[in-house]
Structure formats: structure tokens, C-alpha cells
């Protein structure tokens, strides 16, 4: 730190800083240039930890799914247990999928539910790279540019804009086998054109992904059945009727359906009670339907440059759950007057979470080389949800029981409303020195009205008032809650070389508290939980630009964590301890001849609880590791590419994933007890031709045939892992113009 403080006070340093347009560095040194900061920058000037990805890169690997990337991310973990994916940056979860601790934007704009209660933890957007130019994984809180949600880190997707001047397309088609399992088939393709020659020009794409299931059930009869029918559509249209105006107009549609998701059941000893099955009348199933509209508008101040970006989004998900314990329960009911429960019945809880949110920024970013540069802006969006939570009641062929649906309810009408302004200011003490300073000042207001139901309501609450409880009323009424929450950021930047700095980082997150759930016995609000971190890293180039390292070391704080905790059978949040994170985290890239590339990611992280609240001392512990984090993660890649024949070149590929054990929950948590789940490693390897204008591939993913236990529930009493794909043949083609 000394050396980045005395840096203020060098002569500048005699090479300077690049000043090339952003499109022009990239194009001469393979450099990713992105907007972590909002504004365009090569990822190796960034002053955080940040790994970005071309969409054109993934796709020519075969990476579709957010799953995919984010392995190559060091210290980034996916769990998917009870949803659509929840990513994990440095740790940062408590095993349930409550509010978003990692937030996710879409060109600009926040995508998904900023309320705790409208399942944004469990549903985050992940969008095919068909549609992408680049997505950028920020990790470590990100509250000072982005707000809420981001007290993890932050997944920003940028699209592929229409290209001005001429027309292009591209059209790719994967067929694959699964080994104990079907066959799976994906076609996705986009074409670009102008309308008007360097004015105006507008793009489609769109993709149909069907991943074959590869799990049985012999109690409800049927292979396969965690198979997916998911598909999209992306639109476009780019405008630049002056060289200073600029506006860009997206939306896309998004359909996923998993019918049945990739759980096995695994016994005590940590293996399945049978490879590959999930034998219970119910499974667990999940959908989600997003409609989303994103406009940004760009004007060239000359000494600024002004942004408005406006979103509107409709956002549908749908849970279902294998419910053993209530299935227990159901018959208990009748005794204190609920309905007959039929023979055969079993119980699933379902949540359902439709959202309509709109959303404003409009920032000021400055231009130029002066030595004073700035970012400030102003943002609000309005956010208005109804989640129903309800267990029901399912016949054998998974058809709701009429007298059951449902047996109790809980319904969630709740309004989120958010101001806020943030600036940074960046003061270049010289070509190699600059400080930075950040602040974010947001006003949240939210109200909530919570309904209970269902036919078996009335004998629930009698069943309350007997333990000596109060009963769930059936209408709370609307509750209002008001909080302010303040972020910062300061950082410290010295580039030692033209493609070489360091830097310091201090920033704060946050997650928003508001009205709780009406449980007996459990507080009716709970605050604002926030991390702060304090981070240090280096970046350069070496080697001649052959070699490629970044690494950061970081240690994080995080308080009042938002955990879910009980009473009376029923489930409600509070704030309910602390913890602290620390680790490093670091990327190698080689280039030592043409055409070869060899990559690799390495990541220690230590997460524990350090202090509890006494009213969650049944959900979390002093000591408890922070689960789905393994200490130790790590990537090998290889990709290699020689002309073969006339404008053919072959390529071949590799890659090898570790992670290390983990806990599927907190270690003390009596609600979800813990599993833990073994290390393990993948290797995929991949081969073929490519030309300007076809390329043809060959794949084979998991190459050892690994049941690779990637995440798991005890929730409903038994050992639900969820599992790698095993091991599957394919091939690929891609139509180029």
C-alpha cells in the first residue's frame, strides 16, 4: 500500500497510458474490453477482481449455460439446488434461496427481483451466448454503481449489437448422447442487416435447447424425466442518426422448462441408494417465463458522455417440490378438522413468483484524458410482485387433488421502490497513479400484504392456538417499512507497466431488509444485511504479451445475515449472525507458440460464521462453514488451432474442473441438516475444423463418467444430490456470413 501511496508523488511515467478507442485495443492485442466501471476500459485496467468472456468464444467451446462459464471462474461456485441457478461469488451464501446476493444486469440494466421474497435467489437469468457479445463476472460487493443485491459480486451480460454496415448471420446445430440417458439436440442462429446504411440496422436471434434427461423413477414410471424444453427469442435495433447520438433498443423472451430436475437420492454413506434414480411419486420441477425490454440512449457531450438506460421486465417462475415431511403431515390435520386426505396422496410445496419491475438510470460519465474523471447518476425502479408459497396436495400421475390445492397457502403481495444517486471520482496523480472514491445514497421504501389459505388453514391454526401460539390471520393487512442504506468505494491504482498494475480495493454491498413474513413468535421486519470487503491485486502482461496473470487476495465482512428461521412449522427470516470470508484468487494464461493457449484458474476460500443471533440459533452456528464453498477450486484449459488445408485449420481442446468438498448447508442447521458433498474433477475434450465460414465440431463431456454431486437438500428428509450430466458424445456445426 506504501508503494501505491508514494506512486502520487513519480514523475509520470515516460510510456503513458493507451489511448486507443476501445474497439481499436481490442482488435490489435485480443484484449477484452468491458464496463465494470460504466464506462469501456480493457479488463486489465480494472481495479478488481473481474473475469470477462466473448459470447463468441463460448459458443465456439460449446458453453451455453451459466453453469458453464462460471466454473472457469475462479472463486465462483453454481448451486441449483430448488431452482434455475443460484451463483456464489467468494462464498457469499447460506445454502437457501432467499433475496439475490450476486446481482445480475442486462446491458445496463437490473434484471431480476430486488425484494427478498419474490425467489430471486433461486431464478437468476442466464442467457445463451448466441445473443452475447461479452459477459463480465465482477467479484466483491458492487454496491456503489449497482445498488442492491450485489453485496457478492455482480453478472453483467452485454448483447451483440446490429451491425451498421453490413449484413452477417450465424446458425450452429449440436446433437449429443448420453450415456444412461437420451439424446439431446440444440439449434440457435441470429442474422444482422441494415436498414439503413450506417444509420440504422436491426438483429434477430433466437435458440431451442432440449437437454435429455438422463434419471429414472420407477414409482412414477418413467426414464429420463429430468429432461428440459427451453428456448428464447432476442430482437434488436440500433440507431446512430449523429455521430454523437446513439440508441439501442433490445428485448427478448425467454422460456425455460426443466420437466424434471437432475436429483438423485443418496444415502448417509454418500452414495446413491440407486446410480441414477429418484424413485418418489413427486419430483421436483421448475420454470420460468421472462419478457423483458431494455432501451439505451447514449449522447457525446464532448465533454461527457450522458446514458439513460430504461427497462421494463415481467418475470414468471414456478417451483414445485417433492414434500415428504408434509406429506407426513397432511393426515395429522384431520384432527383438528381439516380434509380427508385421499389414498395416494403426496405433498408438494410450490412457490410461484410473477414480477413486474421498471427500472431508470440516467449517469453522467466524463471524457477526455484530464487528470479529474467522474461517473454520477441517478437511478429508481419500481417493483411490484405477488409470490404464493403452498403446499398441495398430488395424486399418483402428479395431478393436483381438487380438495388439496392447496391444503395451506401463503400469499405475498409486495411493492419495492428504490431512489438512489452515486458518483465516483477519479483524480490521475499522474500517467501511472490515480485514486478513486465512490458513494451510493439510496432511499427504499416497500410495503407488504401477506394472505393465508387453503382448506386445511382453519385446522393448521387450530392446531397453533393448542401449542399456544397465536393463529396466521388470514389478511394481514398492508405493512410499510422505510430504510436508507449508504455504499462506498475507494480504490488505489499504479500501473507499473504499459500492461501491468496493481491495485488496492475497499467497497461495500448490500441486500435489501424490509417487512417479514406473519409467523407467531418471529420479529415483523428484518434489516439491510451488508458485506464489506478489502481487496488487493496485481495484473500483467509477460513474457513479451505470451503471458497473462492476475491474482487478488481479499477478505470480506459480512453482517446481519438474512437466514430463514421457524416457529411453529412455519418459516419466516431474520437477521441472524455474521461471518468472514477470506481467500485468493488467481488466473494464468500462456501463449508459448501460435496458435496454442493454455489457461488456468486456481482459488483458496475461507468462509465461517463468527456471531449468531439467539433467535436463529437453530439454523446457524459459530464456526459453521458457509456452504457450497469449497476451499479449493480450480481449471486447466487447452486450445490449440493449425491450418490444416487451404483455409481450414484444425483445433483441439481440453479442460479439467476441480472443487473441492463442500457443505450443503450450515453445519448447525436443524430446518436443512447437512450433507457434505465429496470432491471431484471433470474433464471435457473437444476437436474439429473451422473455416471462415463452417465450422464442424466432435465433444466428449465428463470423460471419466464422474457423478460429480454438484449440490443437495435434506429438506424433505432425505439425501437429494443433484448430479453431473454423465458422460456424453456429440457433435457441432456453425454456419458463418
Known sequence: MALLLTAAAMPAAAWGQSTAPADEVTEQSGDIIVTANKRAERQLDVPSAITAFRGSDLLDDGYTSLKDYLALTPGVQVSQAGGGGTPIIRGLTTGTNLGAIVGIVVDGAPVGPSS?????????????????????????????????????????????????????????????????????????????????????????????????????????????????????????????????????????????????????IYGADREPVTDLHYDQQLYNKYSKTSD???????????????????????????????????????????????????????????????????????????????????????????????????????????????????????????????????????????????????????????????????????????????????????????????????????????????????????????????????????PPSFQADSTENFEGGVKTKFWGGKGTIDISGFYMRWKDILIQVSSGGLNAYTNGGNARVYGVEGALTLQPVEGLTLAGTLSYNDAKITSIDPLAAASIGVGDPLPNNPKWSGSLALDYRTPVSGEWQAVVGATAKFVGERHSALRSSLLNPDYILPNYALFDLRAGVESDRVDIGLFVRNLTDKRAQLSATTASGINEVLVQRPRTFGASVTFKY
Do not use: C
Not at 425467489?119 to 445498488?147: F, H
Not at 449440436?174 to 441470429?190: N, Y
Not at 418475470?315 to 381439516?338: K, M, R, W
Not at 402428479?398 to 395451506?408: G, H, K, N, R, S
Open 116 to 264: 427478498s421474497f419474490n425467489l430471486g435467489g433461486a431464478n437468476s437469468t442466464d442467457l445463451d451466448p448466441i445473443d452475447l457479445e461479452r459477459i463480465e463476472v465482477l467479484k466483491g460487493p458492487q454496491g456503489t454503481l449497482y445498488g442492491a443485491n450485489t453485496l457478492g459480486g455482480l453478472i453483467s451480460y452485454t448483447f451483440a449489437r446490429p451491425d451498421l454496415s453490413s449484413v452477417t448471420a450465424i446458425a450452429r446445430a449440436e446433437v449429443s448422447g448420453t450415456e444412461h440417458g437420451g439424446t439431446s439436440f440444440s439449434v440457435r442462429g441470429a442474422i444482422s442487416a441494415p436498414i439503413v446504411l450506417d444509420k440504422f440496422a436491426a438483429r434477430v436471434s433466437g435458440y431451442i435447447d432440449r437437454p435429455a434427461g438422463f434419471v429414472d423413477n420407477d414409482v412414477a414410471g418413467i426414464n429420463d424425466f429430468n429432461k428440459a424444453r427451453n428456448w428464447g427469442i432476442n430482437g434488436s435495433l440500433r440507431f446512430e442518426p449523429t455521430a454523437e447520438l446513439n440508441i439501442n433498443i433490445v428485448g427478448f423472451h425467454q422460456r425455460v422448462n426443466q420437466l424434471g430436475q437432475d436429483y438423485v
Open 292 to 522: 423483458v425490454l431494455i432501451g439505451t440512449v447514449d449522447y457525446d457531450l464532448g465533454f461527457g458522455n450522458l446514458t439513460s438506460v430504461s427497462s421494463y421486465q415481467k418475470i414468471d417462475s414456478y417451483i414445485v417440490l417433492n414434500a415428504l415431511t408434509f406429506t407426513a403431515q397432511l393426515p395429522f390435520f384431520t384432527l383438528f378438522g381439516g380434509v380427508p386426505v385421499p389414498p395416494g396422496t403426496a405433498a408438494g410445496a410450490d412457490a410461484k413468483g410473477p414480477i413486474k419491475k421498471f427500472s431508470q438510470e440516467l449517469r453522467l460519465a466524463s471524457s477526455g484524458d484530464g487528470p479529474l474523471q467522474y461517473v454520477v447518476g441517478a437511478f429508481y425502479t419500481h417493483e411490484k410482485a405477488r409470490t404464493s408459497t403452498n403446499v398441495v396436495g398430488f395424486d399418483a400421475d402428479f395431478a393436483e387433488v381438487p380438495t388439496l390445492d392447496p391444503a395451506i397457502g401463503f400469499g405475498v403481495n409486495d411493492t419495492y421502490k428504490e431512489i438512489a444517486g452515486f458518483g465516483n471520482l477519479t483524480y490521475k496523480f499522474s500517467d501511472a497513479f490515480d485514486l478513486t472514491g465512490g458513494l451510493r445514497i439510496g432511499r427504499i421504501k416497500q410495503s407488504y400484504n401477506q394472505t393465508f389459505y387453503g382448506s386445511d388453514s382453519t385446522a393448521f391454526n387450530t392446531f397453533l392456538v393448542l401449542q399456544g401460539l397465536s393463529p396466521v390471520p388470514a389478511d394481514t393487512g398492508t405493512t410499510r417499512g422505510e430504510e436508507t442504506v449508504k455504499t462506498y468505494l475507494a480504490t488505489a491504482r499504479y500501473h507499473f507497466s504499459p500492461d501491468g498494475m496493481i491495485y488496492a480495493r475497499y467497497a461495500t454491498g448490500f441486500r435489501p431488509g424490509g417487512p417479514n413474513f406473519t409467523v407467531p413468535g418471529l
